[in-house]
């Protein structure tokens, strides 16, 4: 596929085409009325042996998981967090482009940078939720039917402390045994994040009912909900909302 999204899958949007959205995903909405099974099932797995040691005051995490849309959407229900924000990491600032992310070759992948209260929710419980719910750790430069390496599964670390706690955890999950195949996730380190469009901030929210959010990211939310009760807040934190306040 050349790292591009097909029609089927996630097509491009141009801002004329997120226009006609709406439209179309009310039409959807007839024959989507609810998931009845995901594209990928969450894995209970245990926490990190190793975590963050508890500090006041707010962080951030990057996490790239596949399409940004359900990992933004996993995360705007976590409390503790207060902003999630679509975006593109691991390129330069002039190649962080929708379009051209899209081409696979600029190095970026497809993140969402995450706002934290660290006394609230660790770094650990949010890596937790980011292999458990948020992504399949174990496919190689693709997620479902997104292909590409914007869409591979990578921990952008933001610190020398996240990169040994995320180290870790995932020698700990492969060690168990909790997933089927070996945990492919890298990690990065030195990599700045760049904002998405507009049009992709906050965009399970605003398009419920629009077929690939239904059949893929949707069913992370509720699993979100179901595997971990004590973090789920069902109101979620959006990006558009916070930018007008």
Not at 31 to 39: I, L, T, V
Not at 40 to 52: M, N, R
Request: proline share 6%.
């Amino acid at each position: 596929m050349n790292g591009i999204k097909t029609k089927a899958a996630r097509p491009f949007f141009t801002r004329g085409a997120l226009a006609a959205l709406g439209l179309a995903a009310a039409a959807a909405a007839v024959f989507w009325q609810s998931p009845a099974r995901s594209a990928e099932d969450a894995v209970a797995i245990p926490p990190p042996a190793l975590d963050e040691k508890a500090a006041s005051g707010t962080e951030k995490a990057i996490f790239a998981g596949g399409c940004f849309w359900g990992v933004q959407g996993v995360f705007q229900h976590v409390k503790g967090v207060s902003k999630a924000v679509s975006g593109y990491t691991g390129g330069s600032a002039e190649n962080a482009v929708y379009e051209v992310v899209g081409t696979g070759r600029t190095g970026h992948a497809e993140s969402v940078e995450i706002t934290y209260d660290p006394s609230k929710v660790t770094y650990g419980q949010l890596l937790q939720v980011y292999f458990s719910v948020a992504h399949n750790p174990t496919q190689l430069n693709y997620q479902g039917p997104d292909q590409g390496t914007q869409y591979r599964s990578t921990i952008f670390a933001e610190n020398d402390e996240q990169k040994k706690v995320a180290e870790s955890y995932i020698a700990q999950l492969d060690k168990a045994k909790v997933f089927s195949k070996p945990i492919v996730t890298t990690l990065e380190t030195g990599k700045t994040f760049y904002p998405a469009e507009d049009y992709h901030q906050d965009f399970l929210t605003l398009n419920p009912t629009y077929p690939y959010i239904v059949y893929n990211d949707l069913p992370k939310i509720e699993n979100l909900k179901s595997l971990f009760p004590k973090l789920y807040s069902e109101k979620p934190v959006l990006v558009l909302a916070s930018s007008k306040s």
